[in-house]
């Protein structure tokens, strides 16, 4: 049976479709709608292709691809999830000049049958919920600061309406309790989905209960990683050297296509970890005295708490400071 590549570019409200078989020189090219409807019309019409064993390429679009890469998953297809970015440059390789819906869904096809990328499965529903829950912290967090600063503003204008301000302190008093309440969710989440896990990231000086959470959802528990260099890629902190010849030298600098969710929180538990983690405290110390800039120096801790919790994660144990010390 021939394996036959399936590119799909997806939208909001429909998705395009290219293949081509094995007896035709050009692609055919069809578009569905969003829904479920669409998703068992798309596995009807390549039923009417039998002698065709479908591997599905989707390109990534924020949340719009992620209802038919499950219902396909779930259909025993063949799912690949391309990174957009991925299909970016190799559109710009290809010098494809034009971008119309039904021309992605042809490169994306033949990227697939060129490039032939891994199967792709879909995250738990333990690790999608985590990250949901997280994203909404933030997001409250984020308004909470909007409407202090702007409670403070306010408060210094000659001119002060007491009504303005009563609305806004009742605001970020609520968001304040729904904060409380996420917080909390999360904790619950963390502790129900991996326990052991959850206490063993715990004991990390430096990592936090956010931290640890988050960690939980995007690793799959620390399973999607065989090693640690491969988590501190994914999390953007590794470092990117620029060289070519022997004129062209720039700085090295992290390369941040990763997580940059998990790069942020990693950052700011290592300015935690420097006061509190010996070995997160030594590094910072020889960075720091060998010219490192500060913020290049946390950057590598907020790497080597990656490795600790790698680590950790791995070994089943919780931290132990003396071991990990060399002692």
Avoid at 252 to 279: D, E, P, V
Avoid at 312 to 317: C, H, I, L, T, Y
Wanted: glycine share 4%; proline share 3%.
């Amino acid at each position: 049976m021939a394996k036959t590549y399936v590119g799909i570019d997806v939208s909001y409200k429909e998705f395009w479709v290219a293949f081509c078989p094995d007896d035709k020189k050009t692609s055919l090219v069809k578009s569905f709608e969003n829904n479920s409807t669409g998703f068992e019309a798309l596995l009807l019409w390549l039923q009417t292709y039998p002698n065709h064993s479908f591997h599905f390429v989707i390109e990534a679009t924020g949340a719009y691809h992620s209802r038919l890469a499950v219902h396909l998953w779930q259909a025993d297809q063949v799912v690949s999830v391309v990174n957009p970015l991925t299909m970016k440059r190799y559109a710009q390789m290809c010098l494809w000049r034009s971008k119309t819906d039904s021309q992605d869904a042809q490169l994306i096809c033949q990227y697939g049958e060129l490039h032939q990328p891994p199967a792709w499965q879909p995250p738990s529903e333990d690790s999608v919920k985590i990250k949901q829950v997280y994203t909404l912290y933030e997001l409250l967090i984020k308004q909470k600061n909007q409407l202090t600063n702007h409670q403070h503003a306010q408060s210094q204008r000659a001119h002060i309406d007491e009504q303005v301000q009563t609305v806004v302190q009742q605001e970020i008093e609520h968001l304040e309790d729904r904060i409380k309440e996420m917080a909390a969710y999360l904790d619950q989440l963390a502790q129900q989905q991996a326990p052991e896990l959850y206490k063993n990231l715990l004991t990390i000086a430096g990592i936090g209960p956010k931290t640890a959470c988050l960690l939980i959802a995007v690793t799959a528990k620390f399973e999607n990683f065989e090693q640690a260099k491969a988590l501190i890629a994914y999390a953007g902190l590794a470092p990117r050297q620029y060289q070519s010849g022997t004129s062209v030298k720039g700085k090295a600098h992290i390369c941040k296509m990763g997580m940059g969710q998990l790069r942020k929180l990693l950052y700011m538990c290592a300015l935690t970890a420097i006061k509190s983690n010996k070995a997160c405290q030594q590094l910072y110390q020889r960075l720091r005295q060998r010219g490192k800039l500060h913020r290049v120096a946390l950057i590598a801790v907020a790497a080597k708490l990656l490795r600790q919790a790698f680590g950790v994660a791995k070994s089943g144990q919780a931290y132990e400071e003396n071991l990990a010390m060399g002692k």
